[in-house]
């Protein structure tokens, strides 16, 4: 869907700069985007860097395992489904404590872990199962302490105050996170129900 959305754009403007006769503009702004983008990119470089080495040596230093341990009774709460001693749980943990922490990088593959053992417990393979599109919720809208892309960016282009964003991303991310956990509650809540008057081969003709 996103790259039908950025193709309509780019034909879109292609469309509009020639009805116009300034299609010229459609390849000033190419290379003017792209000299734009490197040099974002190597202004984002030193402080990213720093960013992630103090992360990772937070998560050398066991942040993750006492944040993980923290949030425990959240995940439990959060996917009933998943079995107590179940390896997607820890994986689960893993992958909040570090969106929490900003750890984009090590939440990827965290996340991507989680949702390869929650595939194991569907039993519709190629349906995502609840508990897969509360983990995706919760990994898209993530609180975040530390917004090190943002904070990275706002440097690049000279902030007075980077920082001063944390506190009203911290805001941001707690309420995106609130909306997507009942968001996902009451979706579940439904799903449940409809389940409830499906046939089954032990009740061929379903609750109803």
């Given amino acids: ?17 020639a009805a116009q006769g300034k299609i010229e503009l459609v390849t000033q702004a190419t290379f003017d985007g792209a000299k734009s983008g490197v040099t974002v990119c190597f202004g984002l ?11 990772r040596i937070a ?3 066991g942040m993750l395992r006492v944040l993980s341990a923290l949030i425990r009774p959240a995940v439990r709460f959060l996917f009933p489904s ?14 909040m404590a570090a969106n929490i922490l900003g750890l984009g990088n090590a939440a990827t593959p965290m996340g991507i872990k989680a949702m390869q053992e929650l ?4 039993s519709q393979k190629d349906i995502a199962s609840p508990a897969m599109c509360t983990l995706l919720a919760l990994n898209t ?9 943002l904070i990275a960016i706002r440097m690049n282009y000279n902030s007075v105050n980077p920082a001063e964003i ?23 809540r439904k799903y449940l129900l409809s389940q409830q008057g499906r046939p089954t081969d032990h009740n061929p003709k379903g609750k109803g």
């Fill in 141 to 149: 809208a993530s609180i975040t302490l530390i917004p090190t892309t």
């Fill in 59 to 61: 998560e050398d230093a």
């Fill in 82 to 95: 998943v079995p107590k001693d179940h390896p997607a749980l820890g994986y689960i943990m893993s992958n």
């Fill in 1 to 17: 869907m996103v790259n039908v959305i950025w193709l309509f754009f780019i034909v879109a403007g292609f469309i509009v700069a």
């Fill in 119 to 122: 595939q194991t417990l569907n």
């Fill in 45 to 55: 470089i030193s402080i990213m860097v720093f960013w992630l080495g103090i992360m």
């Fill in 166 to 188: 944390v506190g009203t991303t911290l805001l941001a991310t707690f309420v995106s996170t609130v909306a997507a956990i009942l968001v996902d509650k009451w979706y579940r």
